[in-house]
């Protein structure tokens, strides 16, 4: 019988050893309740490895009481252990909240959409010049380098440099001396000839006479003739040497031919100059009226030209480049007669009144042309329109929402846009604040941007 509970008996488990006491319990328990093929399997279980325990020298340290060791289970480790109460607790956690959450009876209410601060401007109507602006260069309309005519000694300069001078002022003088004595020269020159010319012409009254009583011969007076025709030319000559000498005279006296100003001067006086002297003397231009010539591409080229010819087409301003400031305004007075294959510009021409004298020749300065005009044109500040890959549009403001509106632009300069389709006057554009703006948005206006509130007061602004 014995051998057949045996048969049964599940094996003890793997790692656990029961000592003397917990086996007299079980015996006690078993035998109470009467399963005594339970007992028996214990029984047998406990036999081999009671007959382990009580062999060794560790038996004698327990105090008669031998206790098994303990040997962790390969399946229960200490991190297995903790992973699963770490699991368990999330678990109890998790459950709490969704109990919790599903308990509850008020709704969440949906998050409110954040109110964007944004700077507005109102939309004007007016009219708008269309302004273009080029470089130019600014040129005198008239410039004399001052060269001497003849070669001598220069013995004086009559005028400081910078002064203004007018036209026929005396500038400078040569030593005249030697110009003087050829004048003299060729003046006795003819005087003797002239002399000549008497007694010859009055030889050949007496022979035409003595010719009519047949005294001479017609040779004689043929030849006599022609003596006073090589007289009368030799003294035109003459009187052609006086009139070069009194030109080259002239020339030692230097005058201005025409009225501008001094510029620094090449040579001082006691300098032998020559009319071959690239240099020269000293320059003078005309600084008023004063010229700017500038550059204007052929898109634009018959647009500005037939603009030009209304009453206030032609009018342009110089504009300092670094201040921006208005230094001349004047008119367009002319057009080049072709266009540069090169560069695909033409040049032009205006003439501008410089009394304060701001522009100097040879300085860079940007031109501001008006080329057309918008009438009762739509204008908002140029930073409201927004470029957008369907084209520009607007943020319009309207009872503190903003709604995106696809605009047309017609004109646009430095600081305003003139709109052709899309909004209408007095509507209300943002400006500023674009970047957290979307169509549907609340926002509201911070600050008001002044300036732009009138953006035609701005339209004298270069544009394209």
Same mark, same amino acid.
């Given at each position: 019988?014995?051998?057949?509970? !045996?048969?049964?008996?599940?094996?003890?488990?793997?790692?656990?050893?029961?000592?003397?006491?917990?086996?007299?319990?079980?015996?006690?328990?078993?035998?109470? =309740?009467?399963?005594?093929?339970?007992?028996?399997?214990?029984?047998?279980?406990?036999?081999?490895?009671?007959?382990?325990?009580?062999?060794?020298?560790?038996?004698?340290?327990?105090?008669?009481?031998?206790?098994?060791? $303990?040997?962790?289970?390969?399946?229960?480790?200490?991190?297995?252990?903790?992973?699963?109460?770490?699991?368990?607790?999330?678990?109890?956690?998790?459950?709490?909240?969704?109990?919790?959450?599903?308990?509850?009876?008020?709704?969440?209410?949906?998050?409110?959409?954040?109110?964007?601060?944004?700077?507005? #401007?109102?939309?004007?109507?007016?009219?708008?010049?269309?302004?273009?602006?080029?470089?130019?260069?600014?040129?005198?309309?008239?410039?004399?380098?001052?060269?001497?005519?003849?070669?001598?000694?220069?013995?004086?300069?009559?005028?400081?440099?910078?002064?203004?001078?007018?036209?026929?002022?005396?500038?400078?003088?040569?030593?005249?001396?030697?110009?003087?004595?050829?004048?003299?020269?060729?003046?006795?020159?003819? #005087?003797?000839?002239?002399?000549?010319?008497?007694?010859?012409?009055?030889?050949?009254?007496?022979?035409?006479?003595?010719?009519?009583?047949?005294?001479?011969?017609?040779?004689?007076?043929?030849?006599?003739?022609?003596?006073?025709?090589?007289?009368?030319?030799?003294?035109?000559?003459?009187?052609?040497?006086?009139?070069?000498?009194?030109?080259?005279?002239? $020339?030692?006296?230097?005058?201005?031919?025409?009225?501008?100003?001094?510029?620094?001067?090449?040579?001082?006086?006691?300098? !032998?100059?020559?009319?071959?002297?690239?240099?020269?003397?000293?320059?003078?231009?005309?600084?008023?009226?004063?010229?700017?010539?500038?550059?204007?591409?052929?898109?634009?080229?018959?647009?500005?030209?037939?603009?030009?010819?209304?009453?206030?087409?032609?009018?342009?301003?110089?504009? =300092?480049?670094?201040?921006?400031?208005?230094?001349?305004?004047?008119?367009?007075?002319?057009?080049?007669?072709?266009?540069?294959?090169?560069?695909? !510009?033409?040049?032009?021409?205006?003439?501008?009144?410089?009394?304060?004298?701001?522009?100097?020749?040879?300085?860079?300065?940007?031109?501001?042309?008006?080329?057309?005009?918008?009438?009762?044109?739509? #204008?908002?500040?140029?930073?409201?329109?927004?470029?957008?890959?369907?084209?520009?549009?607007?943020?319009?403001?309207?009872?503190?929402?903003?709604?995106?509106?696809?605009?047309?632009?017609? $004109?646009?300069?430095?600081?305003? #846009?003139?709109?052709?389709?899309?909004?209408?006057?007095?509507? !209300?554009?943002?400006?500023?604040?674009?970047?957290?703006?979307?169509?549907?948005?609340?926002?509201?206006?911070?600050?008001?941007?002044?300036?732009? =509130?009138?953006?035609?007061?701005?339209?004298?602004?270069?544009?394209?």
């Amino acid at each position: 019988m014995a051998r057949q509970l !045996t048969a049964v008996c599940p094996p003890p488990a793997e790692g656990f050893h029961i000592d003397d006491g917990e086996r007299r319990n079980e015996s006690d328990q078993s035998h109470e =309740d009467g399963n005594a093929a339970t007992s028996s399997c214990r029984e047998q279980r406990l036999l081999p490895m009671r007959a382990k325990t009580n062999s060794g020298p560790k038996a004698n340290l327990l105090n008669g009481s031998p206790r098994l060791s $303990y040997k962790p289970s390969r399946f229960f480790t200490p991190k297995k252990l903790a992973l699963l109460s770490t699991v368990a607790i999330a678990a109890t956690i998790g459950l709490s909240l969704f109990a919790s959450s599903s308990t509850s009876q008020s709704p969440i209410a949906p998050p409110r959409k954040p109110v964007v601060p944004v700077v507005t #401007a109102r939309a004007s109507a007016g009219s708008v010049p269309h302004l273009t602006g080029f470089v130019g260069i600014v040129q005198s309309l008239q410039s004399s380098l001052i060269r001497p005519q003849i070669d001598g000694a220069l013995t004086q300069l009559v005028f400081n440099e910078g002064d203004l001078v007018a036209k026929g002022q005396l500038l400078a003088t040569i030593d005249d001396r030697p110009y003087r004595a050829a004048l003299e020269s060729a003046q006795a020159q003819l #005087a003797r000839d002239r002399a000549q010319l008497k007694s010859a012409e009055s030889d050949l009254g007496r022979a035409k006479a003595l010719r009519q009583q047949n005294t001479v011969s017609q040779q004689t007076v043929d030849q006599q003739t022609a003596v006073v025709d090589q007289l009368r030319a030799t003294t035109a000559i003459d009187q052609a040497n006086i009139d070069m000498a009194e030109v080259n005279l002239s $020339y030692t006296r230097i005058h201005s031919p025409l009225n501008g100003r001094v510029g620094l001067r090449q040579v001082d006086a006691g300098n !032998t100059v020559r009319s071959s002297d690239a240099n020269g003397l000293v320059s003078v231009v005309q600084v008023s009226p004063i010229s700017v010539v500038f550059s204007v591409p052929q898109q634009i080229l018959a647009e500005l030209r037939a603009h030009s010819r209304t009453g206030a087409g032609a009018d342009i301003e110089a504009i =300092d480049r670094e201040k921006q400031t208005v230094m001349a305004r004047g008119k367009i007075v002319a057009f080049d007669n072709q266009i540069d294959s090169m560069t695909g !510009t033409a040049r032009v021409r205006a003439v501008l009144d410089n009394n304060n004298e701001e522009l100097s020749p040879g300085a860079f300065v940007s031109v501001k042309v008006q080329t057309g005009n918008s009438d009762n044109a739509v #204008a908002v500040p140029k930073i409201a329109v927004r470029p957008g890959p369907g084209g520009s549009f607007v943020y319009r403001v309207r009872d503190k929402v903003a709604e995106r509106v696809d605009v047309k632009v017609g $004109y646009t300069n430095d600081d305003i #846009a003139v709109i052709s389709e899309g909004i209408s006057a007095g509507d !209300t554009v943002v400006v500023d604040g674009h970047s957290r703006l979307s169509a549907g948005a609340q926002v509201e206006a911070t600050s008001q941007n002044a300036a732009a =509130d009138d953006p035609l007061g701005a339209k004298g602004a270069t544009g394209s």
